[in-house]
């Protein structure tokens, strides 16, 4: 095993302690097992959750094996099955170095019951220790599966795990089952600031099998990655699978203003207010706006190559009021690049045209911003069409 690999199960067998004081301390504790041993004492759940509770109960930072075992024997004495009771004699066994005798009584446990939390948790310790990945991973996905609220502290241990290669390898088996958890760990992913690079190593090895993902993980990747202003990364994930292309590295037509999935701000982002809207249909952006304070109706990342020279044109059309449009294209940095402007008059057409411009040896990516205003504060209505990057010769 390697030093990395050990150090990342080591680091899940201690975290193990944390979700069985925290996650499965709530199971045994939500209701009143000592109560009801009053009127029953050969209740043998309630002597189970007394069990589990003692057991949890940490006094000094010390778990008390000896007391819990004992409401555990007696349980197990009405009822040779209880899987918790099971459990909690495998934890006692494992500390007093009966490690054989523990794992033996815990896979009894989870032969009994596979909901019963505290044997999973001690066979994932067991398995962490000893390196068996697959075998960790597949109580993990028992635990998320019969146990929900463990995903709160069972999550964020796989999202360090993952930085093994070997995990990540047995990890995609489990989530191409289709499991229950499975959104909630996309979304848990993507949710991390900074989105860390294992991640994207995971999101690699699921591009063989899409029922790997859930819908909608790409473009929460791409707009993280984004907001992290990691853009070769952004546009490396949101390129997968595409054969329409989403990222723009050279001269071509800007006009998919719509597309089934889209990724911004690899594809086009849009932004409204009451005074303001950009409405995609088919090849044309439909815009609406009031006012004559200049707003932004949308935009979108550029990689075009820096030292090239391009030209930025588009078609205009105003189809109520007066108007103006500007498209604009800085460097992602904010260095303007190149604008273009054009008043339209109600019922007529207009060019937008930038002029030649080049691309700074400094400035990889840039953004490519649409623009505008009315007149007046009646609204407008206009269309854009053909909104092209030209390739122009020295």
Same mark, same amino acid.
């Given at each position: 095993m390697s030093l990395r690999l050990f150090a990342i199960l080591l680091a899940t067998v201690v975290a193990m302690w944390l979700v069985l004081t925290n996650t499965a301390s709530n199971v045994y504790l939500k209701k009143a097992p000592t109560f009801a041993l009053r009127f029953d004492g050969s209740n043998n759940f309630a002597l189970s959750k007394i069990a589990g509770t003692i057991l949890l109960n940490q006094k000094n930072g010390a778990f008390n094996f000896d007391d819990a075992s004992k409401y555990a024997i007696r349980a197990i004495r009405i009822a040779p099955r209880d899987s918790d009771s099971l459990a909690v004699l495998a934890f006692a066994a494992d500390a007093g170095k009966f490690k054989t005798e523990g794992l033996h009584l815990a896979q009894m446990a989870q032969n009994?019951?596979?909901?019963?939390?505290?044997?999973?948790?001690?066979l994932i310790q067991d398995g962490a220790k000893h390196g068996r990945i697959r075998e960790v991973l597949e109580y993990y996905d028992l635990a998320l599966t019969t146990h929900p609220a463990s995903q709160r502290l069972l999550l964020p241990m796989l999202y360090t795990a993952i930085e093994a290669p070997e995990v990540r390898r047995e990890l995609v088996k489990i989530l191409a089952r289709d499991s229950a958890w499975k959104k !909630?760990?996309?979304?848990?992913? &993507?949710?991390?600031?900074?989105?860390? $690079?294992?991640?994207? #190593? =995971? *999101?690699?090895?699921? /591009?063989?099998?899409?029922?790997?993902?859930?819908?909608?993980?790409?473009?929460?990747?791409?707009?993280?990655?984004?907001?992290?202003?990691?853009?070769?990364?952004?546009?490396?994930?949101?390129?997968?699978?595409?054969?329409?292309?989403?990222?723009?590295?050279?001269?071509?037509?800007?006009?998919?203003?719509?597309?089934?999935?889209?990724?911004?701000?690899? !594809?086009?982002?849009?932004?409204? &207010?009451?005074?303001?809207?950009?409405? $995609?249909?088919?090849? #044309? =952006? *439909?815009?609406?706006? /009031?006012?004559?304070?200049?707003?932004?109706?949308?935009?979108?990342?550029?990689?075009?190559?820096?030292?090239?020279?391009?030209?930025?044109?588009?078609?205009?059309?105003?189809?109520?009021?007066?108007?103006?449009?500007?498209?604009?294209?800085?460097?992602?940095?904010?260095?303007?690049?190149?604008?273009?402007?054009?008043?339209?008059?109600?019922?007529?057409?207009?060019?937008?045209?930038?002029?030649?411009?080049?691309?700074?040896?400094?400035?990889?990516?840039?953004?490519?911003?649409?623009?505008?205003?009315?007149?007046?504060?009646?609204?407008?209505?206009?269309?854009?069409?053909?909104?092209?990057?030209?390739?122009?010769?020295?």
């Open positions: 009994y019951s596979k909901r019963s939390l505290l044997s999973q948790i001690y !909630d760990f996309w979304l848990g992913l &993507s949710d991390l600031r900074p989105v860390p $690079p294992t991640a994207l #190593d =995971l *999101l690699d090895e699921a /591009r063989a099998d899409p029922a790997i993902l859930v819908p909608g993980m790409t473009p929460r990747f791409v707009r993280a990655l984004a907001s992290d202003r990691r853009f070769d990364d952004a546009a490396r994930i949101a390129d997968w699978g595409s054969a329409r292309g989403h990222v723009v590295r050279g001269p071509r037509k800007l006009d998919d203003f719509a597309v089934d999935e889209p990724s911004p701000p690899i !594809d086009w982002e849009y932004r409204s &207010s009451g005074s303001h809207n950009a409405s $995609p249909a088919g090849r #044309d =952006l *439909l815009l609406s706006v /009031r006012g004559t304070r200049k707003v932004v109706f949308g935009r979108r990342l550029l990689f075009l190559s820096p030292g090239e020279r391009f030209a930025l044109a588009a078609g205009l059309k105003s189809d109520s009021g007066n108007g103006q449009v500007e498209l604009a294209i800085n460097c992602a940095n904010g260095t303007p690049i190149a604008l273009a402007v054009a008043d339209v008059a109600r019922g007529r057409e207009a060019t937008l045209s930038s002029g030649p411009f080049s691309i700074p040896e400094t400035c990889p990516q840039q953004w490519v911003t649409i623009g505008g205003k009315a007149s007046g504060m009646s609204s407008t209505q206009l269309t854009l069409r053909n909104l092209t990057i030209l390739q122009v010769n020295r």
